[in-house]
């Protein structure tokens, strides 16, 4: 599937090639590939059932299988019409979606400022985003819950966003591919008479695009998947994100199960394919991340 | 005016331009909210009433609470769980991963989905799995060889392994692909020269894999027994209903944070948690660092 033969001698031109020359099949060989198989089809399990029973008719639920019998979309349509997931959906798209393209301007721009500018208060400044990575958000919530009620932010978009709009991990990330944009790139550019600000987006950003996909990713996927703070500064059922509406369903008894599958699906399939579709950016991302971060 | 600058000076008022909204973002949301939740830790106050000073009050208090101290084993048990088993198992998988060809990027992607998902959904997920019989995955297959249900979610000694394993699941692909990433890293030539030697696969494991894989075992280290320790979004909502399991005994120290301040509106109380939360990380943090540094 992802291995074709073009996709493993692109790959090959990054960190993340299979190490092994191609030597023919042994005994060790196929266990092992077998064991990792079995090992990776447990690991997609869970996503597997929440698909299947996300399919299934009421009755059904307590037939295991991971083939529904006669698969419909009919709890899809159900949850989707019952109005609450659709604007939970449509709040965490629009709380994602602003953050993302707040850290990716603010974190880059940081980034590029503490990288390429000297001036005073520079290492000041440096330490002082740095020394935020080490406070955790939990510490954080009681005096933004505070300040949100102070100046009446609770239960609002801007109430759930206005914490993550820039992050020092973010920030980090940026400068640290703005290392390798040539200093004589911007001496040009500014030769021709470019002003700063058109040289950072004309000139440096475009340098760095795949830090900043992988960047965006990852601030996507962490405000999508976002629980402590919205829980708290929202209260309203509308104004929930799909991680505090899936929680509200707290009483077991009466549950029932293929819904809330397919409420679980809903906010777990759209990062599926984002994943899907960028997986080899991804995964890269994470490496840079893990490393440089 | 600003033409009449030198090339250095237009080069500072550009830079403080552009850091202008930013530092300010990190004064308000970041700085100002740190101190003031240091401030409340020392303040009597339930969010409706008057400040009042407390002095030590709040720490008196926590020191003295056995719901603190359950709460405070609990979080370190799943520290110690949860950081050896997730290394160990990860590092299996990318050992061995990073010898196969074969479909490799597939079997990369299933190890690394669960991470893609959110820790919300998937604890639905997980406590379907652990419902008693007609319905739940796990206590089915108990009944299918024979084996004794086991209440997992109600029980006071499955509950936390239960919560665990959700946990550790869905952070196992990130550190697949670090350790692979790490092990991409170590020159060939190391294990060429092995070879020659006629080395065992386990002494290179031991004498060359493992040492050179020292800076990618310290990140990993670190940063998942910070994750642990602030475990949270797997805790409340596979108990709601009874948030911290059966006599707390799934409880961590920030679902007690949680319901200090915004169940029981006890603000300095649990402030007073944030603070040893943070000083809990700092320690933890500072300690792995020395420690797997200078072996």
Known sequence: MAATDSELRASSKTLLVARTPGKPANLEQIVRWLLLFAGGIMMVAPIAFMISTSLKWPHEIYNLALIPDEPHLENYTYVLEDGRFYAWFINSMIIATITTVSNVLFDSLVGYTLCKFRFPGRYIVFIAILSTLMIPTEMLVIPWYLMSQAFGWLDSYWGIMFPGLMTAFGTFLMKQFFETVPDDFIEAARIDGLNELQIWWTVAMPLVRPALAALAIFVFLGNWTAFIWPLIVTNSTEMYTLPVGLSSFSDEADVQWELIMTGAAISTIPTLIVFLIFQRFIIRGVVMAGLKG | ?295
């Open chain 2, 1 to 295: 005016m600003y033409r009449s600058l030198s090339v250095r000076q237009k080069q500072i008022v550009w830079a403080w331009a552009f850091l202008a909204i930013p530092v300010v973002f990190y004064a308000v949301i970041r700085f100002y909210p740190t101190f003031n939740a240091m401030v409340i830790s020392f303040q009597d106050w339930n969010l409706l009433g008057d400040r009042a000073w407390a002095g030590w009050k709040n720490y008196d208090k926590l020191w003295n609470d056995p719901v603190f101290w359950k709460v405070f084993k609990n979080t370190f048990v799943y520290l110690l769980i949860g950081t050896p088993v997730s290394l160990v198992v990860s590092f299996a998988i990318a050992y061995h991963l990073d010898k196969l060809r074969f479909m490799h990027g597939f079997l990369r992607m299933l190890y690394f989905l669960p991470f893609m998902t959110s820790a919300v959904a998937m604890a639905w997920v997980w406590r379907w799995f652990y419902q008693p019989v007609p319905i739940g995955l796990f206590n089915n297959f108990l009944a299918a060889t024979g084996i004794p249900q086991i209440e997992f979610l109600r029980s006071t000694s499955f509950a936390l392994p239960a919560i665990l394993a959700p946990a550790v699941w869905a952070g196992l692909g990130f550190q697949v692909i670090i350790f692979m990433a790490g092990l991409r890293a170590i020159p060939r030539s190391y294990y060429e020269a092995a070879r020659i030697d006629g080395v065992s696969n386990w002494t290179v494991l031991f004498e060359i894999t493992i040492p050179l894989l020292k800076p990618t075992i310290v990140f990993i280290v670190v940063f998942s027994s910070i994750g642990f320790l602030r475990i949270f979004d797997h805790v409340f909502n596979m108990t709601t209903g009874d948030p911290g399991g059966p006599l707390n005994s799934t409880k961590p120290l920030v679902l007690m944070i949680y319901q200090s301040a915004f169940t029981d509106f006890n603000m300095g109380y649990a402030a007073a948690q944030t603070v040893v939360l943070f000083l809990i990380l700092l320690i933890v943090s500072l300690v792995q660092l020395r420690i797997l540094r200078d072996r």
